[in-house]
């Protein structure tokens, strides 16, 4: 009989390896990716902006003395965790609810410094309910419409 058995208890969180962009300016990181990088040892991020990339770069710091440095949110839930970005698109002309969705990311290094990359893209990348996601390589697989009237 087996005795490593592990009580599940994530519940209800959001198990994305993504990072996220809110409707109200805020930049997220899900339960899964708050843990497989380790963002609970940060305190701050500082943000990137490329405008001919149309890409946002994340570096993780403890740094108190970083200029521009945003605080980290940690929930106290186990919930992830989020940085306040509203000022950072508003100076930077990103219009953050058109591109408020789960981006993928790529890790990217910038003058010695490690970045989460995320290209902006418009809400039609997202993946949308009724879209099957693959965890062992995240493609999105689309559903058949089998409404009524749909022809399947």
Do not use: C
Not at 116 to 128: A, G, N
Request: zero cysteines; charged letters at 30%; hydrophobic letters at 30%.
């Amino acid at each position: 009989m087996s005795t490593d058995w592990i009580k599940f208890e994530d519940a209800g969180k959001r198990m994305v390896d993504r990072i996220t962009i809110t409707k109200g300016g805020t930049i997220g990181f899900p339960t899964l990716f708050y843990k497989r990088n380790g963002v609970n040892g940060f305190k701050y991020v500082i943000l990137y902006y490329s405008p001919t990339e149309k890409a946002i770069g994340l570096e993780l710091s403890n740094d108190e003395n970083e200029k521009g440095k945003l605080r980290i949110s940690h929930s106290a839930q186990g919930y992830g965790a989020s940085v306040n970005a509203r000022l950072f698109f508003r100076i930077n002309e990103i219009d953050y609810i058109s591109y408020s969705h789960k981006y993928k990311w790529t890790k990217e290094s910038f003058s010695g410094k490690d970045l989460f990359v995320i290209k902006l893209s418009e809400k039609d990348t997202e993946v949308k309910t009724g879209d099957v996601v693959d965890p062992g390589n995240d493609e999105v697989k689309k559903e058949p419409d089998v409404s009524p009237g749909s022809g399947e």
